[in-house]
């Protein structure tokens, strides 16, 4: 895939499922169990949210490619959702991975701290210039 894969060691499965209903936030990704990340199903552009973006979400969703109407529009040109997924869920989750299985390797706990977080996104962010 996409990222190389030494990335991938010790993932079991990426699976693309429907997103959870009804939440007021956008939900890319998620590690569910050792080796095993999901994909939410994310809706067609053009997005009409129905909630207002964190200012920090909203230029992370520019940065990856999206365009932002005052109104609340969010349109992805292109294959810019994809990339998104890819880029920003996919990239995090693979980065928690990384970072539970080195800690099950050493036989500790794969707590989620604020650090793990950081972490997580120092990963993403290096696997997205990798993308380009
Ligand atoms: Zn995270």
């Keep these: 895939m996409a990222f190389g894969e030494e990335i991938y060691y010790g993932v079991e499965s990426v699976e693309l499922v429907p997103a959870p209903a009804g939440t007021a936030r956008i939900v890319l990704a998620m590690l569910v169990g050792p ?12 997005w009409r949210l129905g909630f207002e973006l964190a200012p920090e979400q909203g230029a992370q969703l520019q940065a990856a490619g999206a365009e932002l109407s005052d109104d609340g529009v969010v349109s992805w040109p292109g294959d810019s959702l994809r990339r998104f997924m890819l880029g920003y869920g996919l990239a995090h989750e693979l980065g928690h991975h990384v970072i539970q ?10 707590a989620r701290t604020r650090e793990h977080e950081a972490r997580a996104e120092a990963i993403a962010a290096r696997l997205r210039s990798v993308l380009g």
């Excluded at 080796?35 to 053009?46: C, K, M, N």
């Design 35 to 46: 080796g095993r990340i999901v994909l939410y199903d994310q809706s067609r552009s053009p």
């Design 101 to 110: 299985h080195e800690r099950r390797l050493r036989g500790e706990r794969g």
